[in-house]
């Protein structure tokens, strides 16, 4: 099952990645991706809540960046349109209802709806990725072995 390997680091910590791309495993890949946190995840439509951003920088040979990008811009169209099909089937399944709970009616339907994109997202997820938490950060690879290699080069300093 292809599910990603995730590597938690203090956001102090600013990561070391492996001279290899993320993508395709290529050495010295001479180029980098610029990726942010998760601006555009789906919890992010839920709690509207975007908190400081965070943003580091990959390697990823050339092919492989702009096919993580198109990636990225597929995911938010994904998310979008998937939001808004959602509010539209929420409006129309809760037009009977005026009451005080029509909100969050309206959340759960567009929860509904977005569920299949996020266990797309969780069983294909893209080479790489992060989601950042107040002081931790995640970062989560496709790759397992790049993941290993990413975490031993990481290796927190000895404080445990
Ligand atoms: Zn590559």
Sequence with gaps: MPVSTDVKLPKSHPPIFPDRCVACRAKSPGSIYRAGTNAIGWWTWVFMAFGRRHTVEVPACKPCRGQMGRQRWLQ???NVVVIAVGVVLAGSL?????????RWLTLGVVLVCLLPVFLWEIFFPRPFDMTAFSDEVDYEFRDADYAAEFATLNQPPAEE
């Design 76 to 78: 938010l169209s994904v």
């Design 94 to 102: 809760l037009e009977w209802y005026q009451g005080p709970f029509k």
